[in-house]
């Protein structure tokens, strides 16, 4: 990897990790529909004209259909449910759970894909999800948690869309192969802002944002959800897609940097364990990380 790639890279995890500071920011003032409508609306506004400058917009209009369904499944509902978990967890919490998006992606890629999983990667599932029981156990194991203001349904609401990330992930391999990443990236906002303007209209906050709010879902928008999917899909080109998955292990460390930061939201060992173990077994269920490589690899090497 090239040292403008690996800039990128680290580029991209901040922004991605500054939307778990943002939609902090924002949801109290917005609510999460009107903060998310904003994100996407002003994503697609951001990456539309971009499609349009390539000339890919009769991409968007053969493949509409699946875009749509990604637009849904990829930012609208997940965006969604990690802005209702923002209104009472962390935004370094938030983006620790959503380091589980992958070992979502690579069971169900076995279950409907039929991947093969070897020993190492169910191994790694198996870490995986123990590190997200425990890290959830540890938050939200009393009921007061899942009353209003408490952890338990922010947690809940962390899994549902590291779920749907997942499912997304999988349904695009399968339906759009081939298609290219900017007429996704750009008609996927398209389709999730034309999905939340109805329900965006019916819970309106009544009370005008602030001006400080409104800056924090521009930045959402613009910075966090926009440019970072140009920066990802520029990863992608040039350094293939299982080199820019490695940003997934660097997002929960920015989300917790600015969240402690900007918001003095102290870091905790419970989260710094559990996203050690969550790490470990993404690494290995996505392949990332091979034992039997590494073993041979120091075997073989002279002493």
């Given at each position: 990897m090239r040292a403008s790639d690996l800039g990128e890279l680290v580029v991209l995890a901040a922004l991605w990790g500054a939307s778990f500071l943002f939609m902090r920011m924002g949801a109290a003032e917005f609510g999460p529909i009107a903060l998310i409508a904003v994100r996407v609306g002003g994503a697609a506004l951001f990456l539309v004209p971009l499609l349009l400058m390539r000339g890919q917009l009769d991409v968007l209009r053969r493949h509409w259909r699946p875009i749509f369904v990604v637009g849904l499944t990829n930012s609208a509902l997940p965006f969604l449910c990690f802005a209702y978990a923002a209104l009472s967890i962390t935004a370094g919490l938030a983006a620790i759970f959503n380091a589980a998006s992958p070992l979502f992606g690579a069971a169900i890629a076995w279950w409907w894909l039929k991947d093969k999983l070897s020993a190492a990667r169910v191994l790694g599932l198996v870490i995986g999800f123990t590190g997200v029981a425990w890290l959830a156990w540890n938050k939200s194991g009393h009921d007061a948690a899942f009353k209003p203001g408490g952890s338990g349904w922010a947690i809940v609401a962390c899994m549902a869309a590291s779920l749907l990330y997942g499912i997304s992930a999988n349904y695009t391999k399968k339906r759009l192969a081939g298609v290219a990443p900017?007429?996704?990236?750009?008609?996927?906002?398209?389709?999730?802002?034309?999905?939340?303007?109805?329900?965006?209209?019916?819970?309106w906050p009544a009370?005008?944002?602030?001006?400080?709010?409104?800056?924090?879902?521009?930045?959402?928008?613009?910075?966090?959800?926009?440019?970072?999917?140009?920066?990802y899909f520029r990863l992608i080109a040039n350094v293939g897609p299982q080199n820019a998955i490695a940003v997934t292990y660097l997002?929960?460390?920015?989300?917790?940097?600015w969240g402690w930061m900007l918001l003095s939201e102290q870091p905790t060992l419970a989260m710094g364990i559990g996203c050690a173990v969550i790490l470990l077994g993404t690494s290995l269920a996505t392949g990332l990380l091979k034992p039997g490589a590494l073993t041979r690899q120091l075997i073989g090497r002279p002493t």
């Open positions: 900017m007429a996704v990236a750009a008609g996927s906002q398209l389709g999730a802002a034309l999905a939340l303007v109805v329900p965006a209209w019916i819970w009370a005008s944002p602030s001006g400080s709010a409104w800056l924090t879902a521009s930045l959402l928008a613009v910075l966090s959800t926009g440019v970072a999917y140009v920066l997002v929960p460390l920015f989300a917790v940097l």
